[in-house]
């Protein structure tokens, strides 16, 4: 079955300075993978998706996302976090039938001044 | 836009009470689902639907039950609710067209506490 770990439950950043948020998948086939973030008392929105071609995918918000196969990874990067951001934000990974995802634990990031 | 919304945001029930939480979309999306977050546990599913009268069991049936008489509705039901039923409760659609490549849309979510 697939999984997806997300090893940091928490991590706490510098406004302006860089995030990454390490995700590792287990899946056999070529995994479809999304990033969805989660603001305080908001639903889950989608910020980029990886199904095939270019391993390196832009999103919204200034976000970007690196596939790595030979690592199972599909770590979320920005290069200058604003207060904005702080979220909570989940990787996923669609199941091999299809139209159902699984999500990571989730990493809760905190923004300082 | 596509918009998913949810009957309540915060919900207070009490054990052994009969709760119905409601979902509703707009964008003629066959798939929905149900999920509940607690921290540190991500998003578990708890039942999905593929087209109206269907229904499948996710990850977490137990304790659970759902209805979709309507293709923008579907309702997930506790049937007696218990203590260990707090939690939040997120509803998800997508469009069927796309098959893996679908994206899944949320709404604001429910927080139930059960007591």
């Known amino acids: 079955a697939q999984s997806v770990t997300q090893p940091d439950i928490h991590i706490t950043v510098s406004e302006g300075a860089s995030l990454e948020l390490r995700c590792n998948y287990s899946?056999?086939?070529?995994?479809?993978l999304f990033w969805y973030v989660q603001s305080p008392g908001q639903g889950l929105q989608l910020l980029l998706k990886y199904f095939s071609g270019d391993t390196l995918v832009q999103g919204i918000k200034g976000f970007e996302a690196e596939f790595k196969r030979s690592q199972s990874s599909f770590n979320l990067r920005k290069p200058s976090v604003h207060w904005s951001d702080a979220a909570e934000y989940f990787c996923?990974?669609?199941?091999?039938?299809?139209?159902?995802?699984?999500f990571g634990g989730g990493t809760r990031v905190l923004v300082k001044p | 836009d596509v918009k998913v919304t949810q009957s309540s945001r915060y919900l207070v029930k009490r054990t052994g009470e009969k709760v119905f939480l409601e979902c509703v979309q707009d964008?003629?999306?066959?798939?929905m689902f149900w999920y509940r977050q607690d921290p540190g546990l991500g998003l578990r599913l708890i039942y999905f639907s593929y087209d109206v009268k269907m229904k499948e069991k996710g990850d977490i049936p137990e304790g659970y039950s759902v209805s979709r008489e309507k293709k923008e509705r579907f309702s997930l039901i506790l049937e007696s609710a218990s203590t260990n039923q707090t939690s939040m409760y997120l509803c998800?659609?997508?469009?069927?067209?796309?098959?893996?490549?679908?994206?899944?849309?949320f709404g604001p979510g429910t927080r139930l506490t059960v007591l």
């Open positions: 964008m003629d999306h066959e798939n």
């Open positions: 998800a659609s997508s469009s069927r067209q796309t098959y893996r490549n679908n994206e899944q849309f």
């Open positions: 996923a990974v669609v199941r091999a039938a299809g139209n159902k995802l699984t």
């Open positions: 899946y056999g086939a070529t995994p479809y």
